[in-house]
């Protein structure tokens, strides 16, 4: 190994002394020592992290969204939909430690990040011993760029698939995507950056993209050329951190009300637009099996994904967790659960989980995503309605979540190429392109005017693109903060819920949060 590249190996190996295997995680048995053989470069040092490495990530459609297939909360697929089986991942050193992270989307049993502090840390020693090894990456084929994406559910592939081409078309270039599962996007970003063979292009969720921005490992999109001319404030600021933007969305996602048209009906009742008017129409709606409401306190960060929207639109703040104006967001919640309009395995539930209550009749009305549409239409006997989520008093904003994913370009040391890879994003940000992505997936485009075309096209969805337009990006304000902050509140989610007064949840969550742990 060259003098200049031993050096620069050590300074990596010495940067991550501090993630080793700490007493009472348990290292995966990964088998053999093997690691992705890189094409051939200049300079052959591009051997694996030391063992022990810790390599962590943020997430979880869901975002936002499912889990999201874009994000915010990362959406979960559709319980009955084929899925084309991941890319083959690089398998790590023997001896790493890999630890699952609710996202912004629900995935069902994943491990929690106990330490959410050191993702950014651990996202730094990837990124800073990456570049420090300028000019031992692989070699790249001047006419062949790649995107890193989630979209492993086989309609989303091929949506993104025949997108890509027609950008690649137009640009007389070969553009290539390369998915795995939305909760490995960051985990694939660590192990490339640490190898120098980072894509092009990466489709981050909305919530993982500061803790790579932070490190300094993704380019400023403005300077590279990419388009914001017709793009809402709430969305730049989605694809921002600390003022610079990141991430570029194609659509984006966020919540609403969901109803039963024939049970409301049959009822009697309106669709409710208060606080005051939920609560009662789910008590007049609860009978026998059936729930007047279901929404997600579980499921990761789908519950806190579902609960920004009652916090934010009662003056509540990420900042202040033991806020007054939380509390009471909390305590809403726990008088839909005693009133018994709300079932008690909601402490459990994904907004998949909510989704499979409401087709089966189990409720009456739903928070949920428009990732839950392609699943909802598969029942024709079933016919729902939408509407934006009811705020405390009459007159007040309906402030949901911002989910979805962000086209992101990391720093690969290439003008000329990175250039390109901002067309390749313009491209795919387009009017045209974000028109047909959103009506095949449901979501809400990005760009105003191409917003204006799909609420013509789809105008029972119009209330989504209500909501949207005053909702906030969960990380906006607190950045790669954000993990800590959707932790504590799924913490005090399972104490509220379960008996301990909102109050004393949210003191312990804001402690939390302070302390770092």
């Known amino acids: 190994m060259p003098p200049d590249c031993a050096t620069a190996r050590a300074a990596h190996v ?32 591009s051997a694996p992290p030391a063992p022990g490495t810790e ?39 023997k001896g790493i430690i890999v630890r699952a992270h609710p996202p912004n989307g629900p995935w069902p049993g994943r491990r929690r990040v106990r330490r959410p502090a050191l993702v950014a840390l651990t996202v730094a020693s990837a990124v800073v011993g990456s570049t420090a090894l300028t000019g031992c990456g692989q070699s790249r084929d001047p006419g062949v760029y790649t ?18 081409e027609r950008c690649g078309k137009r640009l007389g270039v070969t553009v290539r995507q390369q998915s795995v599962p939305a909760d490995q996007v960051m985990t694939k970003s660590l192990r490339m950056a640490s190898s120098k ?15 790579f921005a932070e490190t300094g490992g993704l380019m400023d ?31 984006v996602n966020t919540l609403a009300l969901f109803y039963n048209k024939d049970v409301l009906g049959k009822a009697g009742v309106k669709v409710p637009t208060t606080w005051e008017e939920m609560r009662e129409a789910a008590r007049k709606l609860t009978r026998g099996h059936r729930y ?37 967001a909390l ?21 998949a989980d909510v989704n499979d209550q409401f087709m089966a009749g189990n409720a009456a009305m739903m928070i949920n995503g428009p990732w ?93 693109a209500d909501q949207v337009a005053v909702a906030r990006s969960r990380t906006a304000k607190v950045g790669s903060g954000w993990t800590s902050i959707s932790l504590a509140l799924q913490s005090a989610f399972q104490s509220a819920l379960t008996g301990q007064s909102s109050a004393s949840a949210l003191k312990h969550a804001q402690a939390r949060v302070e302390s770092g742990k």
């Open 14 to 45: 010495d940067s991550v002394e501090a993630l080793q295997h700490r007493p009472g995680e348990q290292a995966l048995p990964w088998p053999g020592d093997r690691w992705p053989a890189l094409s051939a470069s200049p300079v052959p040092c």
């Open 55 to 93: 390599l962590s990530h943020l997430h979880p459609h869901a975002s936002a969204g499912t889990a999201s297939r874009a994000a915010g909360p990362r959406r979960s697929p559709p319980p009955r939909r084929a899925r084309r089986p991941p890319d083959p991942a690089p398998l790590p050193p």
């Open 147 to 164: 995107v890193l994406n989630s979209s492993t559910d086989d309609s989303y592939h091929s949506w993104d698939a025949a997108t890509l």
């Open 197 to 211: 063979s980072l894509p092009d292009i990466i489709q981050f969720d909305g919530s993982e993209m500061p803790a």
């Open 221 to 251: 999109l403005r300077r590279l050329g990419v388009d914001t001319t017709d793009v809402p404030q709430g969305i730049l600021d989605y694809g921002s951190y600390k003022g610079t933007y990141y991430g570029a969305a194609r659509t």
């Open 292 to 328: 007047g409401i279901a929404l997600s306190a579980g499921g990761a960060e789908d519950g806190v994904y579902q609960f920004t929207p009652f916090m934010w639109s009662n003056g509540g703040d990420e900042t202040d967790l033991a806020g007054r104006q939380v509390i009471q």
């Open 331 to 351: 305590d809403y919640w726990k008088s839909l659960l005693s009133d018994g309009s709300l079932s008690k395995s909601t402490i459990n539930w994904t907004q």
């Open 372 to 464: 839950q549409v392609e699943t909802l239409n598969t029942k024709k006997s079933l016919h729902w309605g939408i509407a934006r989520i009811p705020v405390p008093r009459a007159g007040d904003d309906s402030v949901g979540p911002l989910g979805g994913g962000e086209l992101t370009i990391p720093d690969i040391g290439d003008t000329t190429r990175e250039k390109t890879s901002a067309k390749i994003v313009n491209c795919l940000t387009s009017e045209q392109e974000e028109v047909t992505y959103a009506l095949n997936s449901w979501m809400i485009p990005a760009n105003r005017k191409a917003a204006a075309v799909w609420r013509k096209k789809v105008p029972s969805l119009s209330s989504l």
